[in-house]
């Protein structure tokens, strides 16, 4: 069977200030690197029309929802904080995005497509029930996994996030569900502050920090001590993938020091442990990643990796 691969041009209409690093750019510079020969086995599919905001709410409230939906510009942009802004696209976008998870959820929990990579922005591990943050506006990721249970039966759900900034939002929203483990690496201290490895939520959040300067080898050492013990003795029915490329050495928004390789690694480590709980059922969704040639160099890898079922 394929990997599937989810975008669609509307993820271009999320508009950012100029200057801001979570810029259209990145998904053109993604693109080009997938319409290599070496991917022309992908299962490539548009994004379906934006979800239901019942589907949304999977993971926000009802007030946030509409506070997003009716501060869309007409024109320009509406800030949300210091980081975050909506443009006049940005909810369908979002929505979509939401959309395009929930369709790779489907296509690989029936077992259509091998695994899945979404394409997409604006990403989401920082969205809070109630609060946009860092970028994000929705989140993605909590609302797939519980799109996968309420829809598909999956009983358990793991996100797994190698962002190199800590997923506040998923860790709000899945906190007190055991159902969904979350499991991040990501460097500290750094935005947004979270993410010690004390915080365990109801036993099922797994904090790997990693200190300012770390590379491929501590990375490694965090996935083979914390996060694949976790989601071994977890079982999941489904991976969902927090995937960030913003770790990389390369990156201008932080000081890890991971190459493509080791997305590689990590990936090709997750798959091994879906093969033996998950019925290799893997869905991974973009976050950050802000440097063009080496997030479009680290994605690569990462897809080529999933292909390789």
Not at 32 to 42: G, H, T
Request: net charge negative; with cysteine.
């Amino acid at each position: 069977m394929a990997t599937l691969l989810v975008s669609d041009p509307i993820f271009l209409e999320h508009l950012v200030p100029p200057g801001h690093p979570e810029r259209p750019e990145r998904l053109r510079a993604i693109d080009r690197a997938l319409a290599d020969e070496i991917f022309a086995a992908l299962e490539r599919r548009t994004a379906p029309a934006p979800v239901s905001e019942e589907t949304i709410a999977f993971a926000h409230d009802q007030r946030y929802i509409a506070l997003i939906r009716d501060n869309v510009p007409a024109q320009g942009f509406t800030r949300l904080d210091a980081d975050t802004t909506l443009s006049p696209q940005s909810y369908v976008a979002a929505s979509r995005a939401v959309g395009a998870a929930a369709m790779a959820v489907d296509a690989v929990m029936r077992g259509s497509v091998a695994n899945a990579f979404c394409a997409m922005r604006p990403p989401g591990h920082h969205a809070e029930p109630s609060q946009a943050m860092g970028f994000c506006l929705f989140a993605n990721a909590v609302i797939a996994a519980r799109h996968a249970q309420r829809a598909h039966g999956a009983a358990r759900v793991a996100i797994v996030d190698f962002d190199v900034h800590h997923g506040n939002g998923t860790q709000a929203c899945v906190w007190s569900d055991p159902t969904i483990l979350y499991a991040s690496t990501h460097q500290m201290p750094l935005y947004p502050g979270t993410g010690a490895a004390s915080e365990r939520g109801v036993g099922n959040v797994f904090n790997a920090p990693l200190a300012p300067g770390a590379g491929g080898v501590e990375f490694n050492q965090a996935y083979t001590s914390i996060i694949l013990p976790a989601i071994e003795s977890f079982a999941p029915e489904l991976i969902i993938i927090s995937a960030g490329f913003d770790a990389h050495w390369r990156d201008p928004l932080a000081s890890l020091n991971l190459e493509e390789e080791d997305y590689a690694s990590a990936t090709q480590m997750l798959m091994d442990l879906a093969d033996r709980h998950a019925g290799s059922r893997i869905v991974s969704l973009l976050e950050g990643g802000y440097d063009l040639q080496s997030l479009a160099d680290s994605v690569a890898a990462h897809v080529k990796t999933l292909m390789s079922v």
